[in-house]
């Protein structure tokens, strides 16, 4: 028997990539045979990690895992395997944002919604990242056992050397504000660029904003981000644009706080990247932020912009406060931890089997 890993796409650096590659470190280590075979296999990524799907050959005894998170042909062809079906589900952004901003995003969006529902009574079992994906999953007719497992997060690969121009720059004990995720509009940059005017007029005239991401493909949305600062009349916001990863652990470095206003994750990565690097977190209360946040860093349940600026200038006075938030970060982030995950994810198996 085998355990197969499935995915429309895989790179270097992408959540649901390096949640495959922690699971197929984790059954090689329990003496499975394994593989990883994905549809797109982005460059740089090598042979030994992914093989182009065609190469996938399965046998009836074999559990074939299937990464979903968007649409494709894949959420089709992967019925034909004649196998034990898993799916790990990653959860759909709503098309609806990406309206106006681009389409070909938005019909992605939307026939991922069609997939997933149309594999509704063809897995036999779902792991799903959060509680919020499992509600997901049921309200789109899954009648099969689902579990829940957080996305599995290398923390080794963030101990690696930071990019070092970025902390000579940046870290001059200036406030750092950071994002760290997609320019997309699901995120709301709008919501942190406002909540960061606030701040830099009314607190700390020397603050700066760090949008960490790449915005390929969500140009027009970058284009009405630059318009609604120039509107603002706010400076000392970067945007980074694609960057190495050796450059995002420097940003996390000199970060003071990290500002979230998405409405919609299925997780968050990001957040737990932040409590590994002990920067206080402020994110707004939506789908699985607080389920992730699991009681630490501060939720606000309102956008409003002046009083989150206040809850970030509490937070920079108040020393006893900061690290009250990032003492109950750190309580959080040991749930997270591979061990805990592992014994977790072995008990599903075993019960799957």
């Given at each position: 028997?085998?355990?197969?890993?499935?995915?429309?796409?895989?790179?270097?650096?992408?959540?649901?990539?390096?949640?495959?590659?922690?699971?197929?470190?984790?059954?090689?280590?329990?003496?499975?045979?394994?593989?990883?075979?994905?549809?797109?296999?982005?460059?740089?990524v090598?042979?030994s990690i992914?093989?182009?799907?065609?190469?996938?050959k399965?046998?009836?005894?074999d559990?074939?895992m299937?990464?979903?998170c968007?649409?494709?042909?894949?959420?089709?062809?992967?019925?034909?395997?004649?196998?034990?079906?898993i799916?790990?589900?990653?959860?759909?952004?709503?098309?609806?944002?990406?309206?106006?901003?681009?389409?070909s995003?938005?019909?992605?969006?939307?026939?991922?919604?069609?997939?997933?529902r149309?594999?509704?009574d063809?897995?036999?079992?779902c792991?799903?990242d959060?509680?919020f994906n499992?509600?997901?999953?049921?309200?789109m007719?899954?009648?099969?056992?689902i579990?829940?497992?957080?996305?599995?997060?290398?923390?080794?690969?963030?101990?690696?050397?930071?990019?070092?121009?970025?902390?000579?720059?940046?870290?001059?004990?200036?406030?750092n504000?950071?994002?760290?995720?997609?320019?997309?509009?699901n995120k709301?940059?709008?919501?942190?660029?406002?909540?960061?005017?606030?701040?830099k007029?009314?607190?700390?005239?020397?603050?700066?904003?760090?949008?960490?991401?790449s915005?390929?493909?969500?140009?027009?949305?970058?284009?009405?981000?630059n318009?609604?600062?120039?509107?603002?009349?706010?400076?000392?916001?970067y945007?980074?644009?694609?960057?190495?990863?050796?450059?995002?652990?420097?940003?996390?470095?000199?970060?003071d706080?990290?500002?979230?206003?998405?409405?919609?994750?299925?997780?968050?990565?990001?957040?737990?990247?932040?409590?590994?690097?002990?920067?206080?977190i402020?994110?707004?209360?939506?789908?699985?932020?607080?389920?992730?946040?699991?009681?630490?860093?501060?939720?606000?349940?309102?956008k409003?912009?002046?009083?989150?600026?206040?809850?970030?200038?509490?937070i920079m006075?108040?020393?006893?406060?900061?690290?009250?938030?990032?003492?109950?970060?750190?309580?959080?982030?040991?749930?997270?931890?591979?061990?805990i995950?592992?014994?977790?994810?072995?008990?599903?198996?075993?019960?799957?089997?």
């Open positions: 028997m085998r355990i197969i890993q499935l995915l429309s796409n895989i790179s270097y650096g992408d959540a649901v990539s390096n949640d495959a590659i922690a699971l197929n470190n984790m059954f090689q280590k329990w003496g499975y045979e394994t593989g990883i075979y994905a549809a797109h296999i982005n460059e740089g090598d042979d992914a093989k182009k799907e065609e190469q996938l399965v046998k009836k005894d559990i074939l299937y990464h979903f968007i649409g494709n042909e894949l959420n089709y062809r992967v019925v034909n395997y004649s196998c034990r079906r799916l790990i589900y990653h959860n759909i952004t709503p098309p609806t944002f990406f309206r106006g901003i681009n389409h995003w938005e019909l992605s969006c939307v026939e991922g919604i069609k997939g997933a149309f594999l509704a063809k897995m036999d079992y792991l799903a959060s509680e499992k509600r997901d999953l049921i309200k007719g899954y009648k099969c056992p579990d829940v497992l957080p996305v599995l997060i290398p923390f080794e690969d963030y101990k690696k050397e930071k990019e070092q121009k970025v902390i000579e720059q940046f870290g001059d004990g200036k406030t504000i950071i994002f760290v995720g997609r320019i997309a509009p709301k940059h709008e919501d942190i660029i406002e909540s960061f005017a606030y701040y007029k009314y607190f700390d005239a020397d603050a700066r904003l760090f949008l960490v991401g915005y390929s493909g969500m140009e027009r949305y970058r284009q009405s981000l318009k609604y600062i120039e509107y603002l009349e706010v400076e000392d916001i945007f980074t644009g694609h960057i190495k990863f050796s450059s995002i652990l420097a940003y996390y470095g000199i970060a706080i990290f500002l979230c206003m998405s409405e919609h994750e299925g997780f968050c990565v990001p957040l737990i990247e932040a409590m590994f690097f002990n920067v206080p402020i994110a707004f209360d939506s789908t699985a932020i607080a389920e992730t946040l699991g009681g630490s860093g501060i939720l606000v349940k309102e409003k912009h002046l009083e989150i600026a206040g809850l970030i200038h509490r006075q108040n020393s006893n406060l900061r690290k009250n938030i990032i003492y109950e970060q750190q309580e959080r982030l040991k749930a997270f931890q591979q061990n995950l592992e014994e977790k994810l072995e008990q599903y198996i075993t019960k799957f089997l």
